[in-house]
Structure formats: C-alpha cells, structure tokens
Nanobody, 118 residues
C-alpha cells in the first residue's frame, strides 16, 4: 500500500503562482506513476499532470506551458509548479499514485484546495 501526503496550495490572484507537493510512502512507491488530478465544483475529476516511474511526463492541454511537474525519484516526491494561474484553475487538487506494472493498483491523496481569484 502507498500513502500520499500532500502540501501546498492556497489562494492566489490571477497570474500568480503556487506549488503543490506530494510525498509517496510505502512498498514499491518508486514503481508508481505520480501525478495530480483536480476537481472543480460541479465538474468531473480530471488529470492535470503525471510523471511515470521512468520520468515520462503528461499534461492536460489547458495547463501546457503554465504548469510543470517534477519528480525526485530518490525521495518519491512530486512537485507541481503552477504559473500564470487562472480562475478556471480553481479546484481541489489530488495527488495520485498509479502502479506502472500492476493494473488497478492506485491511491489518492486527501486533496488540497487551490483558489484563483481577485
């Protein structure tokens, strides 16, 4: 089992920046893709950015060029750098771990709020 501990987030004005941090603890944590999903009120949860255990990156189109995800393989941590934030980025952001070699073995963090407003 893997436990995910999130930190970061908060409130910022449009155009501002925030960082989200997630640490993965547990057996085989280094074999998981780590990433961030978000869920805005009344909307479905969506993938924001992920990085596999072999450092392949993936972003949703709406954050390309504004968000950067990075992984520290030795520490099993992942950081989401969010720049040029927009009001539509407002959501609860969830850290997610998905085993790269075992289908269906996935875990979620508790979520952290990101609010972008004047």
């Amino acid at each position: 089992q893997v436990q995910l501990v999130e930190s970061g987030g908060g409130s910022v004005q449009p155009g501002g920046s925030l960082r989200l941090f997630c640490s993965a603890f547990g057996n085989q944590a280094s074999w998981y893709s780590l990433g961030w999903y978000r869920q805005a009120p009344g909307k479905q949860r969506e993938m924001v950015a992920t990085v596999t255990s072999s450092n392949r990156l993936q972003y949703t189109d709406s954050v390309n060029g504004r968000f950067t995800i990075s992984r520290d393989g030795a520490k099993n941590t992942v950081t989401l750098h969010m720049n040029t934030l927009r009001p539509e980025d407002t959501a609860v952001y969830y850290c997610h771990a998905d085993h790269d070699y075992v289908v269906g073995r996935a875990y979620w963090g508790k979520g952290t709020q990101v609010t972008v407003s004047e």
